[in-house]
């Protein structure tokens, strides 16, 4: 038995990414891919994430990338289950998916599964869940994506446009397949039960190759497309999978909302909470005193701020290196870390909130009037 547990419904334990690669069958994002991803987009560095092997494990990018040079293209997709207040973690994907389509200039769709909040919600009322959909698509939008190239859509609403295809990819998926895949059993709602049907409709909006940027969590729903996805006269999907942003209990879980306030930083904690879980709660590399840390140094690679900084927070290699060794030397110490980290995550919230209070404006375009938005409304798919 693994000492870990990844499912879209539970992760647990210690993480050890590269037996997950072979578990779920996936493969490793190596150099040589990498090098190939930035010379097919202009030869511009690869980013952070990807450059940092955040971005670790891919289904068919090298087939998108084929597709890509011969001139067929592809297209984007990725989603968000609304609840209440999305965690930083919930940015990772989005930051991914936008630089892919800033390099290649590709379609985005973006599915906000309100029918799957509610359903594994049960505390939630439909106007919560709607009003957490709102709440997300604004902070979705302030990520940056091309407003005439995204179609960002709830399933509720959208779903008088796909219901044949919903039921194409429905009727070709049993219930002991879902069981397997999900850890679904005879107390399930028979609404969950056909959910995983809904998250494969996007992948056959286009027909073009579909890459799907997400944590490796959601693979288990790829999995499935790729099973049923040919005998439809679709592409099998291709995907990147990263890592978990950890919580700020400790490198080796994943940040998530039902975990708790104190184990996540929301998008909309002001300066001074931001200040206070760092200090309070983020687990430190560090040695217990000044004058051990000074003789023995920190561990970087335990340590959440310096994590953080290299996933989402410290893009420069150079000034990330130096952090690195000077907290190793024990020059840097633990509070002036945390400092760092908190100034860092400030600046970016503050940032967010000017381009989410802008993001009202541009709602309507996104999801209703844009280029891509007006062609999807137009189109019935069976
Ligand atoms: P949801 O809303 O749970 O999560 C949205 C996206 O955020 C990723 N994620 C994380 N990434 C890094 N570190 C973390 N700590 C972390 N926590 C969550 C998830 O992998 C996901 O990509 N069923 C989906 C909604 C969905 C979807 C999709 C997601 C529908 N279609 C296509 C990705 C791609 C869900 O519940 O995501």
Same mark, same amino acid.
């Given at each position: 038995m693994d000492a870990f547990k990844v499912t879209p419904w539970e992760v647990s334990g210690a993480i050890d990414y590269d037996k997950l690669t072979k578990q779920f069958g996936t493969s490793r994002i190596?150099? @040589?891919?990498?090098?190939?991803?930035? #010379? *097919?987009? !202009?030869?511009?560095?690869?980013h952070h994430m990807l450059r940092r092997d955040f971005f670790f494990s891919h289904r068919d990018l090298n087939l998108v990338l084929d597709d890509y040079e011969k #001139?067929?293209?592809?297209?984007?997709?990725?989603?968000?289950?609304?609840?209440?207040?999305?965690?930083?973690?919930h940015l990772v994907p989005m930051i991914m998916t936008r630089w892919l389509q800033e390099k290649f200039g590709a379609n985005l769709y973006i599915e906000i599964t309100d029918d799957e909040g509610f359903l594994h919600k049960r505390?939630? !009322?439909? #106007?919560?869940?709607?009003? *957490?959909?709102?709440? +997300?698509?604004?902070?979705?939008?302030?990520? #940056?994506?091309?407003?005439?190239? %995204?179609?960002?859509?709830?399933?509720?609403?959208?779903?008088?446009?796909? &219901?044949?295809?919903?039921? +194409?990819?429905?009727?070709?998926?049993? !219930?002991?397949t879902v069981k397997a895949v999900f850890g679904f059993d005879d107390s399930t709602n028979i609404g969950l039960n056909m959910y995983p049907a809904?998250?494969?409709?996007? %992948?056959?909006? $286009?027909?073009? @190759?579909?890459?799907? /940027?997400? *944590?490796?969590?959601?693979? /288990? &729903?790829?999995r499935i497309q790729r099973d049923i996805a040919e005998g439809m006269g679709y592409y099998k999907t291709a995907a990147i999978h990263s890592r978990f942003l950890p919580p700020l209990q400790g490198v080796a879980g994943k940040m998530s909302s039902s975990a708790g306030q104190e184990t996540a930083i929301l998008l909309t904690d002001d300066e001074k909470t931001v200040k206070?879980?760092?200090?309070?709660? *983020?687990?430190? !590399?560090?040695q217990a005193t000044v004058e051990e840390h000074r003789r023995l140094g920190g561990d970087p690679d335990v340590?959440? /701020? &310096?994590?953080?900084?290299?996933?989402?927070? $410290?893009?420069?290699?150079?000034?990330?290196?130096q952090i690195h060794d000077d907290y190793k030397s024990g020059k840097l110490l633990t509070g002036e870390m945390k400092a760092l980290l908190i100034d860092r995550i400030n600046a970016f919230l503050k940032e967010h909130r000017e381009k989410r209070r802008k993001a009202e404006r541009e709602l309507e375009t996104f999801m209703h009037k844009g280029k891509l938005a007006t062609e999807m409304w137009a189109k019935i798919y069976e």
């Open positions: 190596d150099t @040589r891919l990498r090098q190939r991803l930035v #010379g *097919a987009c !202009g030869g511009d560095e690869p #001139g067929r293209g592809f297209f984007l997709y990725t989603g968000r289950k609304p609840s209440k207040g999305m965690h930083i973690g505390e939630y !009322g439909w #106007g919560q869940v709607q009003e *957490a959909a709102r709440d +997300n698509i604004l902070d979705i939008i302030a990520v #940056g994506f091309d407003p005439e190239r %995204t179609f960002i859509f709830k399933d509720s609403e959208y779903i008088g446009n796909v &219901y044949p295809l919903l039921l +194409n990819a429905a009727r070709r998926i049993t !219930g002991s809904m998250q494969t409709v996007p %992948t056959f909006f $286009e027909k073009k @190759r579909c890459l799907i /940027p997400c *944590a490796i969590d959601q693979d /288990p &729903y790829w206070n879980k760092i200090n309070k709660y *983020a687990f430190s !590399g560090g340590d959440v /701020p &310096y994590q953080w900084l290299s996933i989402l927070f $410290e893009p420069d290699d150079k000034k990330l290196k």
